[in-house]
């Protein structure tokens, strides 16, 4: 039994303790193992580029100059994806993204394929890169990589270190690395790129672009290990939850090839026996009284926590000024209920920021506050960053695919008129019958016209003024944080307000009392948690009158 079949069959059967994602990844390689179809396992190839690595690569940090020894669960992977081809012996899958925790071999194993990709591959010139953010990044799997070459006599006869690469004479092939602020990346013609740490890359433009530069290769790769991290939105998330998609059958790609090694539940995480879960070299590669000392911090330093949370256990997190923890404000949960009845709330922006509005609705005997949301930005914004041909959107966020989705509009010129509230507001009633009761504000924003032209839509008590400090929203915000513990806040898993939920932070007096601040990071935005707290304030005061108005249709 070949190493894939043997780790696999341990990880499918139970004998490795493994998360949900893991046993679904486990199965659909044995199925594929054992019913060939477009593409089949061919042992000899796949042994071909193990054989490369444990033969010629060496440690290149610690026991430096040691034979590189594999561990089964790499070898699994490597087989997986070296051993997969065609009738023509081309490989199936392109692009690899595997998420562990940290300490458990990645910069090594990267060095490793890097080398291999380059002169056992069989491929001409072939270029493989190692990307990151910022160059210092890019140069650590880069170093390791030269490090192995220094310490192989078999590798340096035929690999020198210039200037700015590594060069292989016998084939012309090159190992390099990029940072996302080189000046252009578009006339690259990778064969491998390497990526350690995707969470650790807030601009998604290189790794699209990378992705892209594979077009004209036989059969590239781009191999891709990363720990989970602190950054929300980015590329990190949007592969991973591309990944997710895939084991859930949701989406179809058989050139992706995730293996994703983390917690089922954050609190899995007090019992040791669960660790390999996310730490697949735990006691082989990482120490296990390392991660039981990391554990021990954690209880005994709580802004300690949310780190080893995220870096070793691969649960995302928010930080620790954050108002929420990632898990409290997670819900996945959609609804599709129609309402009579809304309250809204909004938070205007006076400049470029972004603007929100929610309504939140209730139906009796039932604890779940329902949430619609819509959210607006000015086309300066988008217009600016198209003109100086910047992929990068503002805030490191994709505001244009949320404008194609439908959760979010713009404003022509610079900023937004604020009557965007009361157009919104008047077309959930005009095209869902959702009628709006009464509507949370921040005063110090809206003037006495527009004030006066809401009161004549909705009522003359149906404006209700919301001041913006802590002896208006601390009770508000303790109680609605008790409400996304107990999973009551469903807002249809909208990605702005996730974003919004994730950036807010608190600040507390002296008192214990508390109000929503920006982080640090002035690209953080807060605007759809002010809005949301607005809204929440005003059903927590109106309650009694509102509640029953929303009697459950039958069958619901």
Not at 122 to 151: D, H, L, W
Not at 164 to 192: E, F, P, Q, R, W
Not at 193 to 198: G, M, P
Request: glycine content about 6%.
């Amino acid at each position: 039994m070949i190493e894939m079949e043997q780790y696999f069959t341990a990880v499918a059967d139970g004998e490795i303790r493994s998360c949900e994602k893991m046993k679904r990844i486990a199965d659909r390689i044995l199925e594929d193992y054992a019913c060939p179809g477009e593409y089949h396992f061919d042992a000899e190839l796949a042994s071909r580029h193990i054989e490369f690595i444990e033969r010629f690569c060496k440690v290149p940090a610690g026991d430096v100059g040691a034979p590189l020894r594999l561990e089964l669960f790499q070898k699994a992977r490597l087989q997986t994806i070296f051993g997969f081809v065609d009738d023509n012996d081309l490989r199936q899958y392109n692009e690899v993204m595997i998420v562990e925790g940290r300490k458990n071999g990645k910069t090594t194993e990267c060095a490793a394929v890097e080398l291999d990709l380059l002169m056992n591959d069989g491929e001409g010139a072939p270029e493989i890169y190692n990307i990151a953010t910022k160059y210092e990044q890019a140069m650590k799997g880069f170093t390791a990589a030269n490090n192995m070459r220094v310490q192989s006599k078999e590798i340096s006869q035929h690999l020198r270190k210039r200037a700015s690469d590594l060069y292989c004479h016998y084939n012309m092939g090159t190992i390099k690395a990029m940072a996302s602020n080189v000046k252009s990346l578009d006339s690259l013609d990778a064969h491998g790129v390497i990526i350690d740490e995707l969470a650790a890359i807030t601009n998604r433009d290189i790794y699209d672009l990378m992705k892209q530069s594979m077009g004209a290769r036989k059969q590239p790769l781009l191999f891709c290990i990363t720990t989970n991290g602190f950054v929300r939105h980015g590329i990190f998330d949007a592969q991973y939850e591309y990944a997710y998609k895939i084991l859930a059958g949701e989406v179809k790609n058989k050139r992706f090839l995730p293996f994703i090694y983390e917690l089922d539940d954050v609190n899995e995480m007090w019992d040791r026996k669960n660790w390999i879960k996310a730490n697949p070299g735990l006691g082989t590669i990482k120490k296990e009284s390392f991660l039981e000392e990391m554990v021990q911090k954690a209880k005994d330093d709580p802004p300690f926590k949310p780190t080893v949370i995220v870096k070793d256990f691969n649960i995302p997190q928010t930080n620790e000024a954050a108002w929420l923890r990632y898990e409290e404000l997670n819900n996945e949960e959609k609804f599709d209920i129609r309402f009579d009845y809304a309250i809204g709330g909004f938070d205007a922006a006076d400049s470029i920021d972004l603007n929100a509005a929610k309504v939140v609705c209730m139906r009796p005997d039932d604890p779940h506050i329902y949430v619609k949301s819509m959210y607006w930005i000015p086309e300066s914004v988008l217009q600016q960053a198209e003109k100086m041909g910047n992929r990068q959107e503002r805030d490191r966020v994709p505001y244009s695919l949320w404008i194609n989705q439908g959760y979010m509009r713009t404003c022509p010129g610079q900023k937004c008129d604020k009557r965007i509230f009361l157009e919104w507001f008047k077309e959930l009633r005009g095209e869902e019958d959702l009628y709006i009761l009464y509507i949370g504000y921040d005063p110090w924003h809206i003037d006495d016209t527009l004030l006066r032209e809401f009161k004549t839509e909705f009522g003359e008590s149906s404006m209700i003024p919301i001041r913006q400090g802590v002896k208006t929203l601390s009770t508000p915000m303790k109680d609605l944080k008790a409400e996304f513990r107990e999973k009551n806040i469903v807002y249809n898993n909208n990605p702005i307000d996730k974003w919004c939920l994730i950036n807010t932070a608190v600040k507390t007096d002296v008192n214990g009392n508390i109000q929503p601040v920006k982080t640090e990071d002035p690209t953080q935005r807060i605007d759809g948690t002010i809005a949301l707290i607005c809204a929440y304030k005003v059903l927590q005061d109106y309650k009694d009158r509102y509640i029953n108005l929303n009697e459950p249709e039958e069958g619901e």
